[in-house]
Each structure stands twice: as C-alpha cells, then as structure tokens.
C-alpha cells in the first residue's frame, strides 16, 4: 500500500508565493516519479508539472511555466511545488501523484498513487 500526502495549500494575494510538498511511502516504494496537477471548480483535471525521481527530468504546463518549480528531496522522501507569482486562475485543488520510474510522466493515467489534494486560493 502506498500512501501519498499533500500539504502547504492556503489562501495567498495575487503575486504571492506558496510552497506544496508531497511526500509517497509504501513497502518497498522508494524510487517514484511525481507529477502535479490541479482541478479548479466546474473545470476538468489539469496537469501542472512532473519530475522523474532522479529530479534530473522536468516538465511543466505552459500555463505555469516560469513561475511554478518543482524540486526533490530524495533523503526526505519528499516532492515540493513551488509557486510564484500566483494569479486568481490559479485557485484549484493541488493533487500530487506518484508511479515508480524515472522518467517524467505527463497525463493523470500514467500514474498510480494520488494524494488527498490540498486547497490552493488565491484572491485578495
């Protein structure tokens, strides 16, 4: 069984920053890639950004590009989403997912493990 679990969501002004991590555990489940997406009210499941486990792999969507980053702590068994810059069209559930493999992984069907969701607003 593994367990994924998201956290650091909130509410922050436009233009601010905030930081999601995630971490994966489970028997034996030590080398996973991690992807991130998000779910805004009345609107489909959006992909946001991957990293293989080796974080020497990244993807991100175009609509976060240049604002968002993604890291990992290995030795902390934890994925983190930084966030700058955030504008109102960015308030959605966060949603980390995890699959072992190092590569990165870009569509919601390529993964296996998914975590709770954390609430990400932004307004002022």
């Known amino acids: 069984q593994v367990q994924v679990v998201e956290s650091g969501g909130g509410l922050v002004q436009p233009g601010g920053s905030l930081t999601l991590s995630c971490s994966a555990s489970g028997r034996n489940f030590k080398f996973w890639a991690a992807g991130w997406f998000r779910r805004a009210p009345g609107e489909e499941r959006e992909f946001v950004g991957a990293t293989s486990w080796s974080g020497g792999l990244m993807y991100y969507a175009d609509s976060v590009k240049g604002r968002f980053t993604i890291s990992r702590d290995n030795a902390k068994n934890a994925v983190y989403l930084q966030m700058n810059s955030l504008k109102p069209e960015d308030t959605a559930v966060y949603y980390c997912?995890?699959?072992?493999?190092?590569?990165?992984?870009?569509?919601?069907?390529?993964?296996?493990?998914w975590g709770q969701g954390t609430q990400v607003t932004v307004s002022s």
């Open positions: 997912a995890a699959r072992g493999g190092d590569y990165y992984y870009i569509t919601a069907g390529d993964y296996d493990y």
